[in-house]
């Protein structure tokens, strides 16, 4: 769907932040997208979701051999590792595979050579899954449809806040578990230095006061990579002073405070059957390079 910038400067209100290089925004390849996001959230990151430009290298109809690859590629951390998997797909199908990811930006979809921390987000899923939720309200007057999601946003807020309140650890839940199963693998590394940990051939050199490692672990995720919980044992550092605070339970806890209220009848304002608000007639837009996929708005 085509966005205009309103979207965004309201999108720029709510966040209230003043340093947008730390912002991320994933979506399409929608041209309408990254003019708006480049003019009102300047110095922001704007990644590709993977799975969108997958469907779209399968629309073109190349070899689905390379689909594995492709999203190794786009998930990997090493920048080696990254090249050696894309210089596997050189020669498949004349190479316009290639050609179409290089087309595609490779900072834009892979977490390697990401120009932002674009965390554990490679996806736009989410969206989807609001799509799925709401299909059959779409069909409903716009108010209804807006309470729809309302309610919807309201029971996901709730559920949020009740199993953070419950979490006693200093991360959330998924974040303590995985940097915990990263701690686990400590018994199989070997400390070389006081920086330098040998974990076979994918040794890590780690710099703690920058939060950096040479697998590149620490610096995407923003939480401890194995090398570096090796070198905070060594120090005895407490892993936790390592971690981005977005990670932590209390931001969790901030993220989902704030409450969604019904809108009670009182609220509501009266509307004539003459000024009834439908739903947005939509067409789809065919061809257009980057516009695979995309839905645009008709102004009525």
């Known amino acids: ?44 990151f704007h990644g590709a979701c993977i799975v ?27 920048i080696s590792e990254f090249e050696h998997l894309m210089n596997q797909l050189c020669n498949v199908d004349g190479g316009r595979p290639y050609a179409y990811l290089v087309e595609a930006g490779f900072h834009r979809w892979s977490r390697a050579l990401s120009s932002g921390k674009r965390y554990s987000i490679m996806t736009t899923n989410i969206a989807k899954c609001l799509n799925a939720i709401l299909r059959d309200a779409r069909s409903l007057l716009i108010t209804m449809l807006i309470e729809q999601l309302r309610a919807k946003l309201q029971e996901w807020f709730s559920d949020h806040r009740n199993t953070a309140a419950s979490v006693t650890s200093y991360l959330c839940f998924e974040c303590d578990k995985e940097v915990r199963k990263r701690s686990n693998r400590l018994q199989r590394l070997i400390s070389h230095s006081e920086y330098y940990v040998r974990d076979g051939d994918q040794d890590g050199q780690v710099d703690l006061q920058n939060k950096t490692c040479s697998c590149r672990v620490f610096d995407l995720d923003q939480l401890p990579c194995v090398h570096a919980l090796a070198a905070c044992r060594v120090r005895n550092i407490s892993f936790n002073s390592m971690c981005a605070p977005y990670y932590t339970n209390e931001a969790i806890i901030l993220a989902y405070a704030e409450p969604i209220y019904a809108v009670t009848i009182e609220d509501q304002q009266f509307v004539s059957e003459d000024n009834v608000l439908l739903p947005p007639a939509t067409r789809r837009q065919g061809g257009g390079q980057g516009n695979e996929g995309s839905h645009h708005l008709v102004k009525l």
């Open 1 to 44: 769907m085509h966005l205009g910038n309103g979207f965004f400067e309201k999108l720029r209100d709510a966040i209230a932040i003043e340093d947008f290089s730390r912002l991320c925004i994933i979506s399409d390849r929608n041209p309408s997208v990254d003019k708006a996001v480049s003019l009102v959230l300047p110095g922001s």
């Open 52 to 78: 969108h430009i997958q469907q779209n290298m399968k629309t073109k109809g190349f070899n689905e051999s390379i689909i594995p690859i492709y999203l190794k590629a786009a998930k990997v951390y090493r």
